[in-house]
């Protein structure tokens, strides 16, 4: 069968607010600049993704990047696997992490929704998986006790959520642990409680707080430490009985093959921006499925529940939704399960209106 050609690549940069804003020890998120990328080729079909370079000083050279080297994809047939391995070599000196992967990613994902589009499939068809409602884990956007008390038992009670993801890494341990005792006093007994650090802590500290955790039934310990102390992370592992979960600061299926030969984590969840895309995601999938880790995913629930519903390991999908308000139909979850949307590709209709208004000029 021969592949349509590609026709055009366009390239969009949007700023908009998060409402509410993404809070953690480190910062507060208010807004998020996005990079979409519109796919069209010579048959008609289209493909679409976006991107989160999550800093607006970032949003410019990663649509420039993406403009870049969607030029050099005119007029090759529709082959993101091909088109993947060819744009990692040609970015081999330069190296192909941070925004680079970045641009990569968001062109890898709309060449995917692309040729599923043009086979008429859902994504998730297209590479081999069954169209399933997938589990996921509410993530949280707040920071304290009270307010992520009253997020969860929100998320809870209009989601379904079985399980709830919040940020910790206040100065005292006490005040961790009495955040994660007003998290469970709002939800109940049968919801798991998850908690990330952002890298902040030291080994010692980090033992000392998974041990503290475990005793609350704290059901994974999030990126403790540095993700690129693959040693340290191997050893908190050891000692602990809670999970260490690791993965969305991975650059690549080398990043992940790193940490997995390490044994630095227990539980995976790979970025589909980070981790190259559709076709990043694929190696990575088959990696956690070789180690027999658990696989679930970060942010991007648009493309993640089609990505999970094609990974033998899949856990948990991570429902913070950044692009929502600005699609037409935003992913349904009911019953604390996601649903993949009943349209070929990966199901994105954006709201034109509303990328129009949020539209930056870089």
């Not at 090759?76 to 990692?88: D, G, I, V």
């Not at 399933?132 to 929100?154: D, F, H, N, T």
């Not at 992370?233 to 030969?261: C, D, K």
Request: hydrophobic share 50%; proline share 7%.
């Amino acid at each position: 069968m021969t592949m349509p050609l590609i026709g055009e690549v366009r390239v969009r940069a949007v700023d908009a607010p998060i409402d509410p804003p993404l809070r953690n020890s480190l910062n507060v998120i208010p807004r998020a600049p996005l990079v979409v990328a519109d796919v069209r080729t010579g048959c008609g079909a289209a493909g679409s993704a976006y991107v989160f370079p999550y800093t607006p000083a970032a949003l410019g050279p990663t649509a420039a990047l993406a403009r870049s080297l969607g030029e050099g994809l005119v007029g090759r047939p529709l082959a993101p696997a091909t088109l993947w391995r060819e744009m990692h070599d040609a970015g081999r000196i330069l190296g192909t992490e941070g925004l680079v992967q970045i641009a990569l990613s968001a062109l890898d994902m709309a060449l995917w929704d692309a040729l599923a589009v043009r086979a008429g499939l859902p994504l998730c068809a297209l590479l081999g998986g069954e169209a399933r409602p997938v589990p996921i884990y509410a993530s949280l956007r707040g920071w304290g006790a009270a307010m992520l008390a009253e997020e969860a038992g929100q998320a809870v009670a209009t989601l379904g959520a079985r399980a709830v993801k919040f940020k910790l890494g206040q100065a005292r341990l006490e005040d961790d642990l009495d955040t994660v005792r007003a998290v469970r006093a709002a939800v109940g007994a049968d919801v798991q409680i998850l908690v990330d650090y952002n890298q902040a802590l030291t080994l010692p500290e980090a033992e000392r707080r998974g041990r503290a955790l475990e005793a609350l039934d704290v059901r994974w310990l999030e990126e403790p430490l540095p993700v690129q102390d693959d040693a340290g992370l191997a050893e908190l592992a050891r000692r602990l009985a809670i999970p260490v979960q690791g993965g969305e600061n991975w650059w690549g299926p080398a990043g992940m093959h790193r940490a997995l030969t390490a044994g630095a984590v227990d539980l995976c969840m790979p970025d589909a921006m980070k981790i190259g895309g559709v076709t990043g995601w694929q190696r990575a999938a088959a990696m956690a499925a070789a180690h027999r880790v658990p696989m679930s995913s970060h942010i991007f629930v648009e493309a993640s529940v089609h990505l999970l519903n094609a990974t033998p390991t899949a856990h948990l999908l991570e429902h913070l939704d950044i692009a929502g308000p600005l699609l037409t139909e935003p992913l349904v979850v009911r019953d604390g399960m996601a649903l993949v949307p009943d349209r070929p590709g990966m199901g994105l209709v954006w709201d034109e209106a509303a990328l129009a208004k949020h539209a930056a000029d870089v």
